[in-house]
């Protein structure tokens, strides 16, 4: 239980470290484009912005995903 928690801890906390750096890094990007989303457009955003918040939202995906299909560790030493 101890090492899911770890893990589940470690994967959100470094998502949301990439976040603000993203967030920080993504500032002074002039190359916008908006997202088609259903019906609706969204508020144009950077490339490299869109870019790295698929990549915040896998490492924190990932991360969770393997805290939750760990197995436990009482099963092992049985």
């Known amino acids: 239980m101890l090492i ?3 893990l589940l801890v470690i994967s959100l906390g470094s998502g ?4 603000l750096l993203l967030c920080l890094g993504a500032q002074n990007l ?4 908006a997202l088609q989303l259903g ?3 969204s508020v144009p955003l ?3 912005f869109l870019v790295g918040i698929a990549l915040v939202i896998g490492v924190i995906s990932g991360g969770t995903s393997a805290a939750v299909l ?7 030493f049985e």
């Open 4 to 6: 899911r928690l770890r």
């Open 16 to 19: 949301l470290l990439l976040l």
């Open 39 to 41: 019906g609706q457009r």
């Open 46 to 48: 950077p490339t490299g």
């Open 30 to 33: 002039g190359d916008r484009h």
């Open 70 to 76: 760990l197995p436990d560790q009482r099963d092992r």
